[in-house]
């Protein structure tokens, strides 16, 4: 089983609304909801799932799935260069040129790569590739500064702000 749309809909748009219980409402997900429901509802997306174009979430919902090497795959697309002379300057597949939703989603994708949050919790690298080592700021809510250096999938410096909410961290491991 999996999420429709709607009862009666021949899916002909690239919005997936079917995953928005995932992105952006976060009633599904990593610790919380139904996460295989969401992954099966994923698959059914077909090939939209794959696309980076603008500002099409699949890059997000792979984040929000805990796929480490699609959200990796299509962060990295997102994120790529445009055809014009200027990094950054992405296409104008949908809007305008330069289309800034690439960024827009593509940051968001890597953000919930790096960090999600589900009530008081603090989901660390839930979908961060081992491969990939960053340092991050990154605010959570109840205006928390979450700051780290990860290196070979590990985190080696950790600092919350305020320091109470490190109680609330939950690192996650590919």
Wanted: charged content about 20%; overall charge negative; proline content about 7%.
């Amino acid at each position: 089983t999996y999420l429709k749309p709607s009862e009666n809909h021949n899916h002909q748009s690239w919005h997936c609304p079917e995953m928005y219980p995932l992105f952006p409402y976060e009633l599904n997900g990593i610790g919380q909801g139904d996460l295989d429901l969401m992954k099966r509802t994923s698959m059914a997306t077909g090939s939209h799932r794959f696309r980076t174009i603008a500002w099409e979430q699949g890059n997000i919902h792979a984040a929000k799935l805990g796929d480490f090497d699609l959200a990796k795959k299509l962060n990295t697309a997102k994120m790529d260069n445009g055809p014009y002379r200027f990094p950054a300057f992405w296409p104008h597949d949908i809007d305008w040129a330069p289309d800034h939703n690439w960024g827009g989603s593509g940051m968001i994708g890597l953000q919930e790569m790096l960090m999600q949050t589900i009530g008081d919790r603090i989901l660390l690298l839930p979908a961060w590739p081992k491969q990939w080592d960053v340092d991050f700021k990154l605010h959570a809510p109840q205006q928390t500064v979450v700051q780290a250096k990860v290196r070979d999938g590990k985190v080696i410096d950790l600092k919350v702000t305020p320091e109470e909410r490190m109680a609330d961290i939950v690192i996650h491991s590919n």
